[in-house]
């Protein structure tokens, strides 16, 4: 199975938009153990469209085109297969009157020109679009498959979800398992993977790196699902052997999702100060559904004024130690409580550059997590941009709490 996923947009290589479309088909078809073999991105034009679906015939059996499905002259997605298969547009009534019904639904005034999406290719099966105006399309075509989509995510995904995947998936049995690791490599993670003996040819596995956590994504498919969770229950536990001091949760899509997860089955609370990272933690558990039951608030301290102010760190503090500083950190996190009577406080403070204390470095940072009157201080220096070297404190601190709730759940025999 060859598939080609074709970007249709001029805004796609103006670099106006990020193609973040392309991420998600992609990890929809990975997990379903469906590999892309191909990615093009062409700009709104009717030859080069053409062009782009003549070579994916010819080298792809499955097709997935996102964007130019809309209604103005430059959307061209379905002209552009017309030309090349030979053939004529005609409009679907079906779709026409969806149309003509959601402006009406949504208040909105339509022109005439929204019509030219609902036109099909002969032969074609319409994709109803519950978000939009414009309806996907499918085709098979000489053994295969072709799906046209629209670019709005909010449009293309639950299309790509509740159409797309069912008619690609086969009749055997798919089990996705993942393993959240942070604080080793990608690199280092492989090479002990490889060691493994990977004797069951029904699973693969595949790594997936970002600011300093790495998802080892295990990818099983058997006609036979008993005997498939067997020997997938059995890999995972000779991986979880040999880094379980890596791995901080199981089948977790962020480390914010599994602590929120945890603070409200414990009814535990949080409050953050942060500095370096200057709202990214607070965002990052803020964005996760039910963090309200857990999240206290969060302050950002970026200056010594607002460290002052805002937390009580002593003025003589900051120009003994530098505001980055384990006293500094110690100081925000206990004036935190102060204000907050949290359960867990958090406070990070570091350089994350390009600018820099005499005698300091980039990527120097101190995270400190403060709870039943003891703080746990650890200091870091972690490389890469300001924008990495940011992630990679934020992830550190959120792994660091998890592994603390943890080790006090089994202090204390919950």
Not at 122 to 141: M, R, V
Not at 170 to 194: A, F, M, P, Q, Y
Not at 227 to 241: F, P, R
Not at 303 to 312: A, C, I, Y
Request: charged share 25%; net charge negative.
């Amino acid at each position: 199975m060859k598939v080609e996923i074709i970007n249709v947009g001029t805004e796609i290589l103006l670099g106006s938009i990020v193609n973040t479309n392309s991420v998600y088909i992609c990890k929809k078809l990975v997990e379903h153990n469906i590999i892309p073999t191909f990615q093009t991105s062409v700009v709104d034009d009717l030859e080069l469209v053409k062009n782009a679906f003549q070579i994916a015939f010819e080298r792809a059996n499955i097709i997935i085109v996102t964007g130019g499905l809309g209604p103005t002259e430059d959307d061209l997605t379905k002209e552009s297969l017309a030309k090349l298969l030979n053939e004529n547009l005609e409009i679907d009534e079906t779709a026409k009157n969806e149309i003509f019904n959601y402006f009406l639904s949504n208040n909105k005034k339509m022109t005439d020109n929204n019509y030219k999406q609902a036109l099909k290719l002969k032969n074609s099966d319409i994709i109803p679009n519950k978000n939009g105006t414009a309806p996907g399309l499918f085709l098979e075509l000489n053994g295969n498959k072709i799906f046209l989509l629209p670019g709005p995510p909010s449009e293309l995904i639950p299309m790509f979800e509740e159409y797309v995947l069912p008619k690609l998936l086969t009749d055997k049995h798919l089990i996705v398992k993942t393993i959240n690791t942070i604080g080793i490599g990608e690199s280092e993670l492989e090479t002990i993977l490889r060691k493994i003996d990977m004797k069951y040819p029904e699973i693969n596995i595949a790594t997936y790196a970002s600011y300093g956590y790495v998802e080892i994504k295990l990818i099983g498919e058997s006609d036979n699902l008993i005997d498939l969770k067997t020997k997938m229950s059995h890999l995972i536990n000779i991986i979880e052997s040999k880094i379980h001091d890596r791995i901080y949760g199981f089948d977790y899509s962020s480390l914010e999702e599994m602590l929120v997860d945890k603070l409200i089955r414990l009814n535990l609370n949080i409050s953050i100060a942060e500095s370096v990272t200057g709202g990214i933690i607070t965002s990052k558990i803020t964005s996760i559904s039910g963090a309200s039951k857990v999240f206290n608030r969060g302050i950002i301290t970026y200056s010594v004024e607002s460290k002052v102010e805002e937390l009580g760190v002593k003025i003589d503090t900051i120009n003994k130690y530098g505001v980055v500083s384990e006293q500094v950190a110690f100081e925000m996190a206990q004036g935190l409580f102060k204000r907050t009577n949290s359960n867990y406080c958090i406070t990070t403070t570091g350089f994350a550059g390009p600018e820099v204390e005499r005698g300091k470095k980039i990527g120097e940072n101190y995270v400190c997590i403060f709870s039943n009157n003891k703080a746990n201080i650890f200091y870091n220096q972690f490389k890469g941009s300001r924008k990495e070297i940011q992630e990679k404190i934020a992830n550190f601190a959120l792994n660091k709490l998890i592994v603390q709730i943890n080790n006090e759940l089994t202090l204390n025999n919950f």
